[in-house]
């Protein structure tokens, strides 16, 4: 019998991309894997067991997690993968709209981890998986709201690390950079554009699904996962795919006047 067989992980926003890599990788690993949409097909995707669940809603989070409870018993693994993108000058979106991305990206994310740290803290034991971005750690402009979300993420998934060590509970970021799907497609658009970011915001989209031909995929991103579900020891971060990586170690090794020119250059922005 594999190690994973008598283990359980819950994976948010299965229905595609990241969250569905991930899932699959984790059912493959022999872990009895839960997936979530807010519209489940009805038939499950495989050997990924699919429920139904909106993160931005209290009822439908414990809902999920009382469904898990009661078939498994524990929940050994929670990857928090649900997300959604914004891309656009900053003084497009009304406040309004900004809460709505963090009721997904952020809070989405606090909702499921205090639903599922009791089970974890009787079982005396778990893994919280937070799929981040390399706009976790660097800024990018036309996308100020969504970075925002994902520094805060970061700044949750530490502080939290930190807190529940004592309960053998660990909690790891996973940093991608650009990745193939339609992620860009279900970004929310700014709900009060203005002219002055046209070009810029034009440009922003071009470069990103120019990059997006040489992009990691969704199941490079679920190998980390699975290591970060499985590793003896875990680590804090893992940065997935070359460009993340070379980002991360610029934004490390690089004074800050030059990451900065760097960065302005990359983007086209003048000045
Ligand atoms: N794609 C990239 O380039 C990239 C790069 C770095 C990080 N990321 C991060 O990776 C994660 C997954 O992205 P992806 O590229 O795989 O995107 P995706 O294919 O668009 O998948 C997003 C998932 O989130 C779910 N979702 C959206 N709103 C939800 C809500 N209110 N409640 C529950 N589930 C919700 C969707 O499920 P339903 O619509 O079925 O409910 C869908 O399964 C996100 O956190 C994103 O920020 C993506």
Redesign the pocket.
């Known amino acids: 019998m594999n190690s994973n067989s008598k283990r359980t992980a819950l994976v948010?926003?299965?229905?595609?991309?990241?969250?569905?890599?991930s899932a699959e990788v984790l059912a493959r690993a022999g872990f009895t894997v839960f997936?979530?949409?807010?519209?489940?097909s009805g038939n499950s995707a495989g050997q990924v067991s699919m429920l139904a669940?909106?993160?931005?809603?209290e009822a439908?989070v414990a809902s999920l997690v009382s469904t898990v409870l009661a078939n498994t018993g524990r929940i050994d693994i929670l990857v928090?993968?649900?997300?959604?993108?914004m891309f656009g000058g900053a003084e497009e979106s009304s406040v309004a709209q900004v809460q709505s991305l963090f009721?997904?990206?952020l809070f989405?994310v606090m909702r499921m981890t205090n639903a599922v740290l009791p089970s974890m803290r009787r079982q005396g034991e778990g893994r919280i998986i937070n799929?981040?971005?390399?706009?976790?750690f660097v800024p990018a402009p036309y996308s100020a709201h969504?970075a925002a979300?994902?520094y805060a993420l970061e700044g949750y998934s530490e502080s939290l690390d930190h807190e529940i060590r004592g309960f053998n509970i660990r909690v790891s970021l996973?940093?991608?950079?650009?990745?193939?799907?339609?992620?860009?497609?279900?970004?929310l658009e700014p709900d009060s554009m203005m002219t002055e970011y046209d070009a810029g915001r034009a440009w922003v989209h071009g470069f990103?699904e120019k990059s997006?031909l040489t992009?990691?995929t969704?199941e490079d991103?679920a190998d980390a996962v699975l290591r970060a579900a499985t590793a003896r020891h875990q680590r804090q971060r893992y940065t997935?795919g070359k460009v993340?990586w070379q980002v991360s170690l610029l934004r490390r090794l690089m004074p800050a006047s030059m990451f900065d020119k760097a960065l302005r250059q990359q983007f086209r922005m003048p000045g």
């Open positions: 948010t926003g299965a229905s595609s991309g990241i969250g569905k890599a997936g979530t949409s807010r519209k489940p669940c909106d993160v931005t809603n439908s928090n993968n649900a997300g959604l993108g009721d997904v990206n989405g799929i981040s971005s390399a706009l976790g969504y979300s994902k996973i940093e991608p950079g650009t990745v193939q799907g339609s992620f860009d497609h279900s970004s990103y997006k992009a990691d969704p991103v997935v993340a």
